[in-house]
């Protein structure tokens, strides 16, 4: 089987979201990127999770031409392909319809960076792209024009995308994303919001990647 380990991963990722509460049902989906071959590694559509077998994961080319498996991929391959052809530093890319980050998707153009984690591991406002039918190349089109070189970005009336060098740092995003979203309305619920600059997003961000965790 090609890519079992790299398989075996993406599943892993799904059903830690689904434990987390980041998709319901067999909403969301996952991609990772093998870096020697360039191929995609991409859930099936439609299935639960828990149900999910190595050999149920579908491998194709950037451009969505299969190379193997026999499920059908998720719906929103078009936007998965489109973010690997455009950005050639992304690896992993994680779309769910969490809760509070798909609410502010449908009232917000953008949502403010207020916690300091979303500064640490994002960097930046999330811009809401424009709305698009879900599965269309005409959603890939908004959503990778929005993303440009960001690490996520909201789907009017959707749900979220979120990249990273690694699925294991898309999923992360993803979480930090949602968290971040909730925190924000929370925030908003209780008063004015404190909305933290460009200038400190940039420092948090360069100090979590050079200081913080295991070196
Ligand atoms: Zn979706």
């Known amino acids: 089987m090609l890519l079992k380990k790299e398989r075996e991963q993406l599943i892993k990722i799904a059903l830690k979201a689904q434990k987390m509460g980041l998709i319901a049902l067999t909403f969301g989906n996952f ?3 093998d870096p020697e071959t360039g191929h995609i590694c991409i859930t099936p559509s439609g299935m639960d999770y828990e ?11 950037e451009q969505g031409k299969i190379i193997d498996g026999s499920r059908t991929p998720s ?19 994680a779309h769910t319809h969490s809760v ?6 449908s009232c917000e153009a953008e949502f403010p960076v207020v916690a300091a984690e979303l ?8 811009k809401t792209a424009p709305y698009g039918r879900m599965g269309t190349v005409e959603l890939a089109e908004k959503v990778t ?5 960001k690490h996520a970005v909201l789907l ?20 930090i994303v949602e968290e971040g979203a909730k925190i924000t309305y929370y925030a908003k619920m ?14 948090l961000r360069k100090w979590i990647i050079e200081k913080y965790g295991q070196k």
């Open 156 to 175: 009017s009336n959707h749900g979220v995308l979120t990249v990273g060098p690694d699925l294991k740092t898309a999923f992360a995003n993803a979480v």
């Open 31 to 33: 991609s990772l990127r």
């Open 51 to 61: 149900e999910l077998e190595p050999a149920d994961i579908v491998v194709m080319d």
């Open 75 to 93: 719906i929103e391959t078009p936007m998965h392909t489109m973010v690997y052809r455009k950005r050639k530093d992304v690896f992993g890319v």
């Open 190 to 203: 209780m008063g004015q919001l404190k909305v933290l600059d460009e200038k400190e997003c940039k420092t």
């Open 119 to 126: 500064a640490a591991l994002v960097g930046e406002p999330v």
């Open 145 to 149: 024009e929005t993303l440009q070189d």
């Open 100 to 105: 509070f980050a798909t609410a502010w998707a």
